[in-house]
């Protein structure tokens, strides 16, 4: 049973990755309204109410406009860690599951644990998939590379990686200073810099993942910088070169299929 990756919608005004095999389908995080949700899903063959789960990385409302509607409406649990569901308001005839950091369960042949990131959120979390034969982790929103985060990404055949902003957009562009700093803080977002930083990590180590570039930001960044800005340090350090592409915003964009 092949694994496979979708991005529904990835950027700071929302994000869906959608992770599916032969019978199984869950998301990591429901950042788009409902409506977009549900065509985008159906787009992509899956109804929402095929969902296992949807898993949450953290409560802002990029990664969780359409959660609660969507798991109200088609009986999806919740799936993310308690302060995390804590932290969305939801009424009680929303289901939910608690999983705890760390912790691995199983959605149909998928195990799925989860890690720690560093964010201000209320306990913020990446994942990691693992099919039969393959692996798929995600980390965005993250202001630090956490060794858990490196662990998880040396095994990852996907790697889907946060490329937030240009070092040099952010710091000229219009953001007010402690928006600035909030965004390069420990507990803010990745560079496209730190990004390229641990892909080259991966590649000096032999590791040959396929990498999506994910939650860019509007103002601070573009796809083509992000694109250019990995492939050419990526090129200038190690001397490699990896299948790497950038997660569009607004509508559905890459498709990986593992083995
Ligand atoms: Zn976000
Ligand atoms: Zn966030």
């Known amino acids: 049973m092949a694994l496979e990756a979708l991005s529904l919608a990835s950027g700071s005004s929302g994000n869906a990755i959608l992770?599916?095999?032969?019978?199984?389908?869950?998301?990591?995080?429901?950042?788009?309204?409902?409506?977009?949700?549900?065509?985008?899903?159906?787009?992509?063959?899956?109804?929402?109410?095929?969902l296992s789960a949807i898993l949450i990385t953290h409560e802002h409302s990029d990664h969780i406009t359409g959660a609660v509607r969507t798991a109200h409406r088609y009986g999806v649990p919740l799936v993310a860690n308690a302060p995390t569901l804590q932290a969305i308001r939801h009424s009680e005839n929303v289901p939910t599951?608690?999983?705890?950091?760390?912790?691995?369960?199983?959605?149909?042949?998928?195990?799925?644990?989860?890690?720690?990131?560093?964010?201000?959120a209320a306990c913020p979390v990446g994942?990691?998939?693992?099919?039969?034969?393959?692996?798929?982790?995600?980390?965005?929103d993250t202001g630090m590379l956490l060794p858990e985060i490196q662990e998880e990404a040396a095994n990852a055949d996907l790697l889907i990686l946060e490329s937030n902003y240009d070092e040099e957009m952010l710091i000229e562009g219009p953001y007010p200073y402690f928006l600035k700093y909030r965004i390069k803080s420990e507990n803010g977002h990745l560079s496209n810099?730190?990004?390229?930083?641990?892909?080259?990590?991966?590649?000096?180590?032999?590791r040959t993942p396929?990498?999506?570039?994910?939650?860019?930001?509007?103002t601070n960044n573009s796809p083509s910088i992000a694109l250019a800005t990995a492939q050419h340090l990526l090129w200038a350090y190690s001397g490699e070169h990896l299948n790497i592409s950038v997660a569009l915003r607004d509508i559905p964009s890459l498709h990986w299929i593992g083995n």
């Open 19 to 50: 992770v599916k095999d032969d019978t199984t389908a869950i998301l990591i995080d429901a950042g788009i309204g409902i409506r977009k949700l549900t065509a985008a899903l159906r787009y992509r063959g899956v109804d929402p109410s095929e």
């Open 97 to 120: 599951q608690v999983m705890d950091v760390g912790e691995c369960i199983a959605f149909g042949g998928m195990q799925v644990r989860s890690f720690r990131v560093s964010h201000d």
């Open 127 to 140: 994942y990691t998939i693992c099919g039969c034969k393959s692996t798929i982790t995600s980390v965005t």
């Open 193 to 206: 810099d730190a990004a390229a930083g641990l892909i080259i990590d991966l590649a000096e180590s032999g």
């Open 210 to 218: 396929s990498v999506w570039l994910a939650h860019l930001s509007k």
